[in-house]
């Protein structure tokens, strides 16, 4: 299975997610570090991603063989993450054959409704562990 996970501006979100992927279940699938810019992309291979590649072009052509993407709902906003999601990128995510599960942070002014409001090490496990898990059981 391949999971791409996306992040931009410092790569934080990222991070917490690649770390806690391999925590659960280590080499059993492939992390791919999608950074909108070369720092964040830094700081998610230091948490331990397989590979990672950096920018527009890079996104939309690894989004291609994605199973899975993980990252802040701002991937699917363009102009999100003080304007590093192009609407390029932001479409390539939205219409993306992976399933995409999407953290709920409020950073681009957009508040998704009747959300539980959890802080972001809650919302990571519960994609890591629960939804992840059954997503790869029914493979």
């Known amino acids: 299975m391949v999971v791409c996970v996306i992040d931009g501006q410092g790569g934080g979100i990222g991070s917490l997610i690649i770390r ?7 080499e059993d ?6 950074g909108t810019n070369a720092i964040a992309t830094a700081q ?3 948490a331990n991603a397989n590979r990672g590649a950096t920018g527009e072009n890079a996104i ?3 989004l291609r063989n994605a199973d899975v993407v993980i990252g802040p709902i701002g991937i699917v906003l363009a ?21 995409k599960f999407l953290l709920p942070l409020t950073q681009e002014n957009v508040e998704i409704a009747s959300v539980k409001h959890e802080p972001l090490p809650h919302q990571v496990d519960y994609i ?12």
């Open 44 to 46: 998610m291979m230091k």
């Open 79 to 99: 102009d999100a993450m003080m304007g590093e999601v192009t609407p390029a990128m932001a479409a390539a995510v939205a219409s993306c054959r992976a399933r």
């Open 128 to 139: 890591v562990k629960v939804r992840l898990r059954e997503l790869m059981e029914d493979v």
């Open 60 to 62: 939309l052509v690894t």
């Open 29 to 34: 699938i492939e992390v791919l570090a999608l």
């Open 20 to 26: 806690r992927l391999k925590d659960e279940y280590g």
